[in-house]
Antibody, heavy 127, light 107 residues
Framework: DVQLVESGGGLVQPGGSLRLSCAASGFTFSDHYMDWVRQAPGKGLEWVGRIRDKANSYTTEFAASVKGRFTISRDDSKNSLYLQINSLKTEDSAVYFC??????????????????WGQGTTVTVSS | DIQMTQSPSALSASVGDRVTITCRASQGISSYLLWFQQKPGRVPKRLIYAASSLQSGVPSRFSGSGSGTEFTLTISSLQPEDFGTYYCLQHNSYPLTFGGGTKVEIK
């Protein structure tokens, strides 16, 4: 079964840093782009960022709200995805999910989109 | 950035009712739209991809339609287990953006 397990969340002071991890299993991790999505308490879903695969030079994309503070990386040899979050703000408090991007053929065209989500890890930014 | 306006923000309906949720994109996104269901305390679950393709394992009472800027998620006959919050997501361009969510309550 495809499985994503996040870890590394916790309580951190404003201005602090944290590194979240996502361990993947049940699929060929290196073949897939991966996303991070977050959800603040009682709020909706917010896309955080994406990392592409080796064939696309592991390039990344980010939401404006986190650009310059967050970094996404991956270690394909360990089937692991990471989110380095720096200069944390109280508004970064959220559950952080890692999400697989799955490719399939839809109506004759290649289609890549989020499918499987991890269970999430909680980041709380507070003094 | 593409804004996704989802409506209604909440609804209450009876078992057996037909329920329709709409997402409007601020610019055209072709069919690069997903629908997710999230139950309280749970992880979002993909229901529909490519605007109208039903995810494997999802009951056929769920359907999606639309292209361009207007999209609809329909539950043809609401069931007790369909409570939760529904989100659309556009992935036509960066940054990816979610709709604000529709909370579905069973009367």
């Amino acid at each position: 079964d495809v499985q994503l397990v996040e870890s590394g969340g916790g309580l951190v002071q404003p201005g602090g840093s944290l590194r979240l991890s996502c361990a993947a299993s049940g699929f060929t991790f290196s073949d897939h782009y991966m996303d991070w999505v977050r959800q603040a308490p009682g709020k909706g879903l917010e896309w955080v960022g994406r990392i592409r695969d080796k064939a696309n030079s592991y390039t990344t994309e980010f939401a404006a709200s986190v650009k310059g503070r967050f970094t996404i990386s991956r270690d394909d040899s360990k089937n692991s995805l990471y989110l380095q979050i720096n200069s944390l703000k109280t508004e970064d408090s959220a559950v952080y999910f890692c999400v697989r991007i799955y490719g399939q053929v839809v109506r004759g065209a290649n289609y890549f989109a989020m499918d499987v989500w991890g269970q999430g890890t909680t980041v709380t930014v507070s003094s | 950035d593409i804004q996704m306006t989802q409506s209604p923000s909440a609804l209450s309906a009876s078992v057996g009712d037909r329920v329709t949720i709409t997402c409007r994109a601020s610019q055209g996104i072709s069919s690069y739209l997903l629908w997710f269901q999230q139950k309280p305390g749970r992880v979002p679950k993909r229901l529909i991809y490519a605007a109208s393709s039903l995810q494997s394992g999802v009951p056929s009472r769920f359907s999606g339609s639309g292209s361009g800027t207007e999209f609809t998620l329909t539950i043809s006959s609401l069931q007790p287990e369909d409570f939760g919050t529904y989100y659309c997501l556009q992935h036509n361009s960066y940054p990816l953006t979610f709709g604000g969510g529709t909370k579905v309550e069973i009367k």
